[in-house]
Antibody
Framework: QVQLVQSGPEMKTPGASVRISCKTF????????IHWLRQAPRQGPEWMGM????????TYSQKFQGRVTMTRDTSTSTMYMELRSLRSEDTAIYYC??????????WGQGTQVTVSS | DIQLTQSPPFLSASVGDRVTITCRAS??????LAWYQQKPGKAPYLLIY???TLQSGVPSRFSGSGSGTEFTLTISNLQPGDCATYYC?????????FGPGTKVDIK
């Protein structure tokens, strides 16, 4: 069945970068876009952007433009999201989600990113 | 950015009740609306997409309606397992924004 398995928790200091992976299973990798979202403590989810699995072309939320890079590796069916210049407000659970007609239908288990000095 | 508001922010109902959550968009989003259920410590789970289409495997007690700027999620015959926070998300215009959530509790 469709599964998205994300990399493990990360602890970072302010100003650092984090790279999260999202390995996909159970479907043809190039058939579906991947969304990246995050959820800060006690808040609702926030959409960060999405990436085409075929062309690798990303679409970023303006909020993260310049600080985020989404990439893919078709040979391993894995997506990556890097966020730079981390600050305490970036502390959140980060999710990848496979779309279904643009709607994020299957989500990864989440990756906790903690930014603290 | 398109703003989504949800009402009520919190509701408490009895097992077997029918409950309705409303999501309003600051501008028209056609039917590009999704509803998610989120339980503590878990990822959001897609219940309904395209405003009214039930995701495969979701019980038919859940239903969605609406188009344009006003949408509703209805849970019929509320069950204890429905205790969760429910979010709407618009996917009509970037960035794809979420509503603030509605927490559903059982009396």
């Amino acid at each position: 069945q469709v599964q998205l398995v994300q990399s493990g928790p990360e602890m970072k200091t302010p100003g650092a970068s984090v790279r999260i992976s999202c390995k996909t299973f159970g479907y043809t990798f190039t058939d579906f876009y991947i969304h990246w979202l995050r959820q800060a403590p006690r808040q609702g989810p926030e959409w960060m952007g999405m990436i085409s699995p075929t062309s690798g072309t990303p679409t970023y939320s303006q909020k993260f433009q310049g600080r985020v890079t989404m990439t893919r590796d078709t040979s391993t069916s894995t997506m990556y999201m890097e966020l730079r210049s981390l600050r305490s407000e970036d502390t959140a659970i980060y999710y990848c989600a496979r779309d279904f007609g643009v709607f994020p239908s299957a989500w990864g288990q989440g990756t906790q990113v903690t930014v603290s000095s | 950015d398109i703003q989504l508001t949800q009402s009520p922010p919190f509701l408490s109902a009895s097992v077997g009740d029918r409950v309705t959550i409303t999501c309003r968009a600051s501008q028209g989003i056609r039917n590009y609306l999704a509803w998610y259920q989120q339980k503590p410590g878990k990822a959001p789970y897609l219940l309904i997409y395209a405003a009214s289409t039930l995701q495969s495997g979701v019980p038919s007690r859940f239903s969605g309606s609406g188009s344009g700027t006003e949408f509703t999620l209805t849970i019929s015959n509320l069950q204890p397992g429905d205790c969760a926070t429910y979010y709407c998300q618009q996917l009509d215009s970037y960035p794809f924004t979420f509503g603030p959530g509605t927490k559903v509790d059982i009396k």
